[in-house]
């Protein structure tokens, strides 16, 4: 008898339980419902009203402007960091640079005694005023009218450089500084003893190296490659009208110029050509400052000549273009005599810029990728925007030179 009333009171349990589920149940779907007819509401009013009903019924917030001040968008500011050169180049702790140091330096950068034939100096193939640091020449010319095979670069900001020579091969300017001079093509000395003979031949240097080596005033190899490379760590022009508008002067560059700016960052020049100094081999790059040339075939370098190198590219420092427009004719073989065609040729090779197009397949999807040749003007603007890389002292002095030569 228990038993039966324990099974109909839970039976009477489930049937309750059951009645509750199904109430539940109906009013979540009541609420599901409203929801439902809320919204569908609400979008027939956002979809009846005008377009511009928010905008005339909102409340302006904006801080008053006078009706004379007319708001113009502005573009945001480029991610690349534009800088200029500091007055100073660093120096090795091993030779720190001083002034007596320099003045040494740049009597034997003078010096036609340190060749062979007592012919030429450091200064004969980088003339620092005439041709801004260069001699203006396709290939250098050495003793006995020898023809190098290379263009000689800008001593010019080489301080900055990490790498010296067209193929990088010294890492300092003390390394660089002896080479000349044992080049049988260049200055022909046939150790560096004989260097330092010619250099102890003139009595004058004597209190010149006690002043600059008090602690070792001896006539060294090693202090004469010291002087020149501290002379030439003096040899700094950070006066372009490049500098003057990083510093501030927002006049210093003209609309061309600055939309040639524009243009060298836009085109891709910066990838290789960045930093104060304008180039990957910088002291204030940490990356490689190699690049291969040309990097891209192209019909353009075979008409300069561009592919000497065992019929292909080469691997070059990337040169600085710090007064790039006062050092050609350009390139390592010194082929080229205009800086548009060194624009043009630079656009092609390295940035791939040309007027043909190519198509990529991928995963059965067909792209198109077009990267133009640049048009005339837009050479004309980043030629204009170079030649505001040129020193105005050394422009000065080139635009002499040329009046009187």
Same mark, same amino acid.
């Given at each position: 008898?228990?038993?039966?009333?324990?099974?109909?009171?839970?039976?009477?349990?489930?049937?309750?339980?059951?009645?509750?589920?199904?109430?539940?149940?109906?009013?979540?779907?009541?609420?599901?419902?409203?929801?439902?007819?809320?919204?569908?509401?609400?979008?027939?009013?956002?979809?009846?009203?005008?377009?511009?009903?928010?905008?005339?019924?909102?409340?302006?917030?904006?801080?008053?402007?006078?009706?004379?001040?007319?708001?113009?968008?502005?573009?945001?500011?480029?991610?690349?960091?534009? =800088?200029?050169?500091? !007055?100073? &180049?660093? +120096?090795?702790?091993?030779?720190? *640079?001083? %002034?007596?140091? #320099?003045?040494?330096?740049?009597?034997?950068?003078?010096?036609?005694?340190?060749?062979?034939?007592?012919?030429?100096?450091?200064?004969?193939?980088?003339?620092?005023?005439?041709?801004?640091?260069?001699?203006?020449?396709?290939?250098?010319?050495?003793?006995?009218?020898?023809?190098?095979?290379?263009?000689?670069?800008?001593?010019?900001?080489?301080?900055?450089?990490?790498?010296?020579?067209?193929?990088?091969?010294?890492?300092?300017?003390?390394?660089?500084?002896?080479?000349?001079?044992?080049?049988?093509?260049?200055?022909?000395?046939?150790?560096?003893?004989?260097?330092?003979?010619?250099?102890?031949?003139?009595?004058?240097? =004597?209190?010149?190296? !006690?002043? &600059?080596? +008090?602690?070792?005033?001896?006539? *060294?190899? %090693?202090?004469? #490659?010291?002087?020149?490379?501290?002379?030439?760590?003096?040899?700094?022009?950070?006066?372009?009208?490049?500098?003057?508008?990083?510093?501030?002067?927002?006049?210093?560059?003209?609309?061309?110029?600055?939309?040639?700016?524009?243009?060298?960052?836009?085109?891709?020049?910066?990838?290789?050509?960045?930093?104060?100094?304008?180039?990957?081999?910088?002291?204030?790059?940490?990356?490689?400052?190699?690049?291969?040339?040309?990097?891209?075939?192209?019909?353009?370098?075979?008409?300069?000549?561009?592919?000497?190198?065992?019929?292909?590219?080469?691997?070059?420092?990337?040169?600085?273009?710090?007064?790039?427009?006062?050092?050609?004719?350009?390139?390592?073989?010194? &082929?080229?005599?205009?800086?548009?065609?060194?624009?043009?040729?630079?656009?092609?090779?390295?940035?791939?810029?040309?007027?043909?197009?190519?198509?990529?397949?991928?995963?059965?999807?067909?792209?198109?990728?077009?990267?133009?040749?640049?048009?005339?003007?837009?050479?004309?603007?980043?030629?204009?925007?170079?030649?505001?890389?040129?020193?105005?002292?050394?422009?000065?002095?080139?635009?002499?030179?040329?009046?009187?030569?």
């Amino acid at each position: 008898m228990m038993t039966d009333v324990r099974e109909s009171t839970a039976t009477q349990a489930g049937v309750r339980n059951r009645r509750v589920g199904h109430w539940l149940m109906l009013v979540a779907v009541s609420v599901m419902l409203v929801i439902l007819g809320i919204k569908l509401a609400v979008y027939s009013f956002l979809n009846s009203v005008p377009d511009d009903f928010f905008a005339r019924h909102a409340p302006d917030l904006r801080p008053a402007v006078p009706d004379a001040v007319v708001m113009q968008e502005v573009e945001p500011v480029p991610g690349y960091l534009w =800088q200029t050169l500091p !007055a100073d &180049a660093p +120096a090795p702790l091993e030779n720190p *640079t001083t %002034a007596a140091k #320099v003045a040494l330096g740049e009597k034997l950068f003078f010096d036609k005694n340190l060749s062979l034939d007592r012919s030429l100096a450091c200064a004969s193939c980088h003339e620092l005023y005439s041709y801004a640091g260069t001699d203006g020449a396709p290939v250098s010319t050495g003793i006995n009218g020898q023809k190098g095979n290379r263009n000689a670069p800008t001593v010019w900001n080489a301080a900055f450089q990490k790498r010296l020579f067209w193929d990088g091969r010294a890492e300092s300017l003390e390394q660089q500084a002896i080479k000349p001079f044992l080049n049988p093509i260049e200055m022909g000395m046939l150790s560096p003893a004989q260097i330092v003979e010619r250099v102890k031949e003139q009595a004058a240097y =004597q209190p010149d190296f !006690a002043a &600059a080596f +008090a602690d070792e005033p001896d006539i *060294t190899i %090693a202090n004469i #490659v010291r002087a020149i490379a501290s002379y030439e760590r003096s040899l700094i022009t950070n006066d372009s009208p490049y500098d003057d508008y990083v510093r501030g002067d927002s006049a210093a560059l003209t609309e061309q110029q600055l939309s040639g700016m524009v243009l060298f960052e836009k085109t891709g020049c910066v990838h290789c050509h960045f930093g104060p100094n304008f180039s990957a081999a910088s002291i204030y790059n940490s990356g490689l400052p190699f690049r291969v040339f040309p990097a891209n075939p192209d019909p353009i370098t075979q008409q300069y000549g561009l592919n000497t190198e065992s019929d292909g590219p080469a691997v070059w420092r990337v040169p600085s273009l710090r007064n790039v427009a006062l050092t050609g004719p350009w390139f390592h073989n010194g &082929a080229v005599d205009d800086l548009h065609d060194v624009v043009r040729i630079m656009a092609r090779t390295q940035l791939a810029r040309s007027q043909k197009r190519s198509f990529q397949w991928s995963a059965k999807k067909l792209g198109i990728i077009e990267n133009p040749d640049l048009t005339d003007q837009q050479v004309e603007d980043i030629v204009a925007f170079l030649k505001a890389l040129s020193s105005r002292r050394l422009t000065a002095a080139e635009q002499q030179h040329l009046t009187t030569r």
